[in-house]
Antibody
Framework: QVPPKQWGAGLLKPSETLSLTCAVY????????WSWIRQPPGKGLQWIGE???????NYNPSLKSRVTILVDTSKKQFSLRLTSVTAADTAVYYC???????WGQGTLVTVSS | QSVLTQPPSLSGAPGQRVTISCTGS?????????VDWYQQLPGTAPKLLIY???NRPSGVPDRFSGSKSGTSASLAITGLQVEDEADYHC????????????FGGGTKLTVL
């Protein structure tokens, strides 16, 4: 199995928008929910949200006002947008299918002026 | 502040047995939602260790076992090995405003 591959900008200034994309290879895309999870340095995991192939998202209530997760089923990709970032959003961001070891490699996103 | 509570750290000697607890409430584990456990080695993405409270994916040694009772779950590791030194995270679901998918704060296991 090929793990998901994720990419996006790693350094942002406060108030900018975080944007990451995750591509799924060689794995069934439909029929599952695909999640974004983040891990601040030295801390635990926090679920950001998820989306299925039909485009139905669920979001963490604490981030809902700033998060958008979209899906492109034709490309087997899904994306994360987080607006108005602050230093508190500095973390390693993962895309994943929960309940499996099918996780992306992680992207360190640092928010600093 | 994580919805599920884990001890921040634990330690054990090689060959020993350790248990990591994951305490929730009536809106998550106590509501009947399953618990999964992940192992995270330094600098890597989490790897699924236990799913559905007590099931091991293919390739996970039977030294690892999971259980659930009431509003809590546990991960037991027997015959502790040096390579088990890692962070361990529990994960479940929640039907309150706390969120939908919830994680524990993670437990750093040190093998002395």
């Amino acid at each position: 199995q090929v793990p998901p591959k994720q990419w996006g900008a790693g350094l942002l200034k406060p108030s900018e928008t975080l944007s990451l994309t995750c591509a799924v290879y060689g794995e069934s895309f439909s029929g599952y929910y695909w999640s974004w999870i983040r891990q601040p340095p030295g801390k635990g995991l926090q679920w950001i949200g998820e989306i299925n192939h039909s485009g139905s998202p669920n979001y963490n209530p604490s981030l809902k006002s700033r998060v958008t997760i979209l899906v492109d089923t034709s490309k087997k990709q899904f994306s994360l947008r987080l607006t108005s970032v602050t230093a508190a959003d500095t973390a390693v961001y993962y895309c994943a299918r929960l309940g499996t070891s099918f996780w992306g490699q992680g992207t360190l996103v640092t928010v600093s002026s | 502040q994580s919805v599920l509570t884990q001890p921040p750290s634990l330690s054990g000697a090689p060959g020993q047995r350790v248990t990591i607890s994951c305490t929730g409430s009536s809106s998550n584990i106590g509501a009947g939602y399953d618990v999964d456990w992940y192992q995270q080695l330094p600098g890597t993405a989490p790897k699924l260790l236990i799913y559905g409270n007590s099931n091991r994916p293919s390739g996970v040694p039977d030294r690892f076992s999971g259980s659930k009772s009431g509003t809590s779950a546990s991960l037991a590791i027997t015959g502790l090995q040096v390579e088990d030194e890692a962070d361990y995270h529990c994960q479940s679901y929640d039907n309150s405003l706390s969120g939908y998918v919830v994680f524990g704060g993670g437990t750093k296991l040190t093998v002395l």
